[in-house]
């Protein structure tokens, strides 16, 4: 299976400093899309953001960041000057428009 | 509020039972998609259905099935409930059919199996 790894499985910070979240995944596809999707407290699920794999392109919106390397197969996320309300699980995910495989999700807890 | 919208909330049942979940996409969304979130699997993507017609297919088991009906709303049928089923499980919609498009969740119904 071409699978998603998040190594960090829960993060702990104080409020107002940055953290990343790291996202490696596999694939044999010249066509991929990755995604970023946020799991509040609440149980939602809130979509983030959407790359492509021909758009290495960095993204910065407001204080989060997104980091996409095709030469490591990596789609790493930057929360700038955390608060505690980034306080939730974080997904990455892939998929070819087959399938899609997230990672196991990475707890990140902002502490006042 | 994503406006997609899941019942019922909560179900519990017996094992060997049958349950059906149902979903209703944001207006003007043909997709719907099936998604199932347990500590032991984590994650995993179900089924799609664009318009009525099966698009994709995931880690879907054989006791499952699902179906889009013509007023977009969805089901999912559950058969020969195991404890292992026990599970979140959400729908989502989108405008287009692919499964790459921005997917909008619903909050989720949340399976026991007794």
């Known amino acids: 299976a071409q699978k998603v790894t998040q190594a960090q499985t829960e993060i702990s910070v104080v409020e107002k400093e940055d953290v990343t979240l790291d996202c490696v995944y596999e694939t044999r596809d010249t066509t991929y899309y990755l995604f970023w999707y946020k799991q509040p407290p609440s149980g939602e699920l809130v979509f983030l953001i959407r790359r492509n794999s021909f758009d290495e392109q960095n993204e910065i919106s407001g204080r989060y960041s997104w980091n996409f390397q095709k030469s490591t197969s990596s789609f790493n996320f930057t929360i700038t000057a955390s608060q505690v309300v980034d306080s939730a699980v974080y997904f990455c995910?892939?998929?070819?428009?087959?399938?899609?495989?997230f990672g196991a999700g990475t707890r990140l807890t902002v502490k006042p | 509020d994503s406006g997609v919208t899941q019942t019922p909330k909560h179900l519990i049942t017996a094992t060997g039972q049958r349950v059906t979940l149902r979903c209703s996409p944001r207006?003007?969304?043909?997709?719907v998609y099936w998604y199932q979130q347990s500590l032991d699997q984590g994650l995993q993507f179900l089924i799609q259905?664009?318009?009525?017609?099966?698009?994709a297919k995931g880690n879907i088991l054989e006791r499952f099935s699902a179906q889009q009906f013509p007023d977009l709303h969805s089901e999912l049928n559950l058969s020969s409930l195991e404890l292992g089923d026990s599970a979140l499980y959400f729908c989502?919609?989108?405008?287009?059919?692919?499964?790459?498009?921005?997917?909008?969740f619903g909050p989720g119904t949340r399976l026991t199996v007794l």
């Open positions: 207006s003007g969304d043909l997709s």
């Open positions: 995910a892939r998929t070819n428009n087959n399938d899609m495989r």
């Open positions: 259905y664009y318009n009525g017609e099966e698009r």
């Open positions: 989502a919609s989108s405008v287009g059919g692919r499964l790459y498009n921005e997917q909008f």
